[in-house]
């Protein structure tokens, strides 16, 4: 075709050219992203390369270890997706966000070098995020797989070590619908003689296989390492060395507790592990936008991303153990081709007052659509146009004492942040 190269020095002018380039959101495969990704040479971004797949869990995991990283003055940067506010969540160096001006300098290199290769907006925004890594000069680059694993873009690098926080079922109409074709989807992301760091308890056997297949070095929970959780703390241990023992009275994390102990296992994998006082620190300040993230209090005002079964059961629990004797209201708004009735289900013990919220983005279910998977659930509630109309009256209906949790999607949470600024 040899059309013209896109530019622009603005960042809304390049997502808006990104969003309108391919005809598909998804089109699963290496192929076209191999490529670019050869002829920028992005397929090894930093010193070490960290590939962080599964259900849930990938942003805490991954925060866990940028903390890490950080104290132990290393170069760290973090990809990781959808982002809440700003496009610029995305990609984090150090710490920080990047300027617009990184992030069109980034896309103008990937589209010199993609010709007439189509790619989606997220196979675009991979590249650029691992040439922007790559021009940092990192000591570790920690990458959120998108999809799955064997077929997502991400999985053009080599990674040094590959985790795999959980496995749930998410994603049916391109991952399967049940845990062991989806566990086979997501050890696509392992690498012969590198180690795979595995935080699912109830690991499928087409994982296992696949980590033999492959010849992967196994890091599983329960196995290689384990953790144990006490009433206010908890202790970590490498099975293969008893002397990291030490690692004994943890103070209880802001992120759950199994993806805690599975970053400590990937900082294993890396030649890492932070000291046991570091631990504590980095176990105490870690904490990731929107997921049981508290931003109000009295009532408590609690948002989550949580979108399927797995993270709702989480949820559940989480809030279990904070609404005292206090009434939980639940404002919920998801998107449509989720497994709405099966991520509210865990929920019903828990919830005392539903309000259900249209989501008005490409996808997103009508509140009428929740309210009826609720009633088949033998449950009411109320029904409202919008994240704000239905939160606004779930806070005047609770007492101080009471919990109001938003949750469902990134764009519920993204609503109710928005609200906050």
Known sequence: MGNKPFESQSLA????????????????????????????NLLKPAKQVVLIGGTNGKGS?????????????????????PHLIRYNERVRVNGDELSD??????????????????L???????????????????????????????????????????????????????LGDTRESVAFEKAGIFRAHKPAVVGEPDIPSTMIEQLQKVGAKPVRVGKEFNYQQQAACWSWHDDAEPASERYA?????????????????????????PSVEDTKAILRN???????????????VILDVGHNPHASSYLAKRLTDVKGQGRVYAVVGMLADKDVA???????????????????????????????????????????????????HALKQALPGDVVIVFGSFYTVADMMGEAE
């Open 342 to 392: 099966g991520t509210l289900q865990p929920l019903l013990s828990v919830v005392d007052h539903w309000y259900t919220a249209t989501l008005d983005v490409p996808r997103g279910a009508t509140s009428d659509v929740l309210s009826a998977e609720l009633a088949g659930l033998n449950t009411e509630s109320e029904q409202f146009e919008s994240v704000k109309a239905a939160s606004d």
């Open 286 to 300: 870690t904490q990731v936008p929107g997921r049981f993230q508290t931003i109000q209090e009295s009532p408590r």
């Open 13 to 40: 002018d390049w997502l808006c050219y990104l969003e309108r380039l391919h005809p598909a959101d998804i089109d699963m495969g290496l192929e076209r992203v191999a490529a670019i990704a050869n002829t920028l």
């Open 120 to 174: 989606t907006y997220f196979e675009f925004g991979t590249l650029a995020a691992l040439w922007l890594m790559k021009q940092a000069n990192l000591d570790v680059a920690l990458i959120e797989v998108g999809l799955g694993g064997r077929l997502d873009a991400t999985n053009v690098v080599e990674p040094d070590v590959s985790v795999v926080t959980s496995i749930g079922i998410d994603h049916q109409a391109f």
């Open 61 to 81: 995991t991954a925060a866990m270890l940028e903390s890490a990283c950080l104290v132990q003055n290393k170069r760290v940067g973090v990809y990781a997706s």
């Open 249 to 273: 009275e943890l103070p209880l994390p802001h992120i759950p507790l199994p993806n805690a102990a599975t970053a400590l296992a990937a900082l294993k994998a890396l030649s890492l592990l």
């Open 101 to 118: 001006s990184a992030h069109c300098e980034a896309f103008a290199a990937v589209e010199q070098a993609r010709g007439d290769i189509q």
